[in-house]
């Protein structure tokens, strides 16, 4: 199976930072990865398909970088909705596999 | 509108049986693969199993292998997930989503597993 690892498991800022989460596969995935926004009590919601690709409707402050076994995704400047913990998820062989999630929280 | 409506969750014996049901509604349920994803209370997202359009494939987590069985119903735009051999470790929100998964899911379903 393909693991997911990112880092780091959670990180404080404040509104307005740039915040870059990277997470990486245990082997190459080429860019078949996607990034997942998940509020407490909600369903998630992806945010990035495709390494790179911003999902209709995602504000462009989020964006997606990599391919291979490295990836990023970066928020250019948080915003208070933002706060919420991002999940990246490997579908280039099964089991698909999520990442164990990175906590975004208020400095 | 998209709409994915799960249903079916619950509190189960340990070894019990609870199919889980996704209603779809909003677009062209037999053209898009499907999937499930649960999360254990205070845990990360878990990829569960995945069905081809046309139900002639899928694949699930080594976890569930030979306990869980997912399959969909195209003509009345329904993916379900049948659990037997239930087990505390499966207690979880039991998320549908469209894709692998992609831009829609479900509000999630509860299964609870215990005596």
């Known amino acids: 199976d393909i693991q997911m690892t990112q880092s780091p498991s959670s990180l404080s800022a404040s509104v307005g930072d740039r915040v870059s989460i990277t997470c990486r596969a245990s082997?190459?995935?080429?860019?078949?990865l996607g990034w997942y926004q998940q509020k407490p009590g909600k369903a998630p919601k992806r945010l990035i398909y495709?390494?790179?690709s911003l999902q209709s409707g995602v504000p462009s402050r989020f964006s997606g970088s990599g391919s291979g076994t490295e990836f990023t995704l970066t928020i250019s400047s948080l915003q208070p909705e933002d706060f919420a913990t991002y999940y990246c998820?490997?579908?280039?062989?099964?089991?698909?596999?999520f990442g164990p999630g990175t906590k975004v929280d208020i400095k | 509108e998209v709409q994915l409506v799960e249903s079916g969750g619950g509190l189960v014996q340990p070894g019990g049986s609870l199919r889980l049901s996704c209603a779809a509604s909003g677009f062209t349920f037999s053209t898009i693969w499907m999937t499930w994803v649960r999360q254990a209370p205070g845990k990360g997202l878990e990829w569960v199993a995945d069905i081809r359009k046309d139900g002639s494939e899928n694949h699930c987590v080594d976890s569930v292998k030979g306990r869980f069985t997912i399959s969909r119903d195209n003509a009345k735009n329904s993916l379900f997930l049948q659990m037997n051999s239930l087990r505390g470790e499966d207690t979880a929100v039991y998320y549908c989503a469209t894709g692998s998964p992609g831009g829609y899911w479900g509000q999630g379903t509860l299964v609870t597993v215990s005596s």
């Open positions: 998820l490997q579908h280039n062989s099964y089991p698909f596999t």
């Open positions: 495709a390494a790179s």
């Open positions: 082997q190459g995935i080429r860019n078949d």
